[in-house]
T-cell receptor
Framework: SQTIHQWPATLVQPVGSPLSLECTVE??????LYWYRQAAGRGLQLLFY??????ISSEVPQNLSASRPQDRQFILSSKKLLLSDSGFYLC???????????FGPGTRLTVL | SQQGEEDPQALSIQEGENATMNCSYK?????LQWYRQNSGRGLVHLIL?????REKHSGRLRVTLDTSKKSSSLLITASRAADTASYFC????????????FGQGTELSVKP
């Protein structure tokens, strides 16, 4: 069976500090991978998606970047965090064109 | 960009009652999906309905799709306290990249 992991679960960072959130998927190969951000009480905003190693598409210009160094690893980064980067970050995977996405447990980021 | 809009934003019912949530969207779609999110957790896929389908059932869930009205509804019958969660609709349109576009969600509270 497939599982998706995210870490850390929670993170409190000062403004201007760097960020690295990791997402890994087990039990499948060549997944499509997604990063979403969810503000409090709101829906999900797609940030990045990847259909393969080194292939990243950005949906919203912002202070964040993503990388996919391995087939089942997706990393969300920032060089300098802003207050507006606070939120709940969710990683998801999808098997090809099946459309259904499977979400990780999320990372709660608070920027102070 | 936001595609689906859920209605109501919040719903409070008693255990045993039925809960109905609605989703409206703006452009033509290939499928529409419903997801559930428990507080502070990742999303869980509930059901997918394709544009050529009008109704679908899964256990206590019933989803309808009216493409002429660009709307969908999710009915949860005989609700339980454990159904308390936020429910999101998400649409997929292949000629717009095939990504999930989420609505803002309905927060359901089922009181025992």
């Amino acid at each position: 069976s497939q599982t998706i992991h995210q870490w850390p679960a929670t993170l409190v960072q000062p403004v201007g500090s760097p960020l690295s959130l990791e997402c890994t998927v087990e039990g499948t190969s060549n997944p499509n991978l997604y990063w979403y951000r969810q503000a409090a009480g709101r829906g999900l905003q797609l940030l990045f998606y990847s259909v393969g190693i080194g292939q990243i598409s950005s949906e919203v210009p912002q202070n964040l970047s993503a990388s996919r160094p391995q087939d089942r690893q997706f990393i969300l980064s920032s060089k300098k965090l802003l207050l507006s980067d606070s939120g709940f970050y969710l990683c998801a995977w999808e098997r090809g064109r099946v459309d259904t996405q499977y979400f990780g447990p999320g990372t709660r980021l608070t920027v102070l | 960009s936001q595609q689906g809009e859920e209605d109501p934003q919040a719903l409070s019912i008693q255990e045993g009652e039925n809960a109905t949530m609605n989703c409206s969207y703006k452009t033509s779609i290939n499928n529409l999906q419903w997801y559930r999110q428990n507080s502070g957790r990742g999303l869980v896929h509930l059901i997918l309905i394709r544009s050529n389908e009008r109704e679908k059932h899964s256990g206590r869930l019933r989803v309808t799709l009216d493409t002429s009205k660009k709307s969908s509804s999710l009915l949860i019958t005989a609700s339980r306290a454990a159904d308390t969660a936020s429910y999101f609709c998400a649409t997929v349109t292949y000629n717009q990249g095939g990504k999930l576009i989420f609505g803002q969600g309905t927060e359901l509270s089922v009181k025992p």
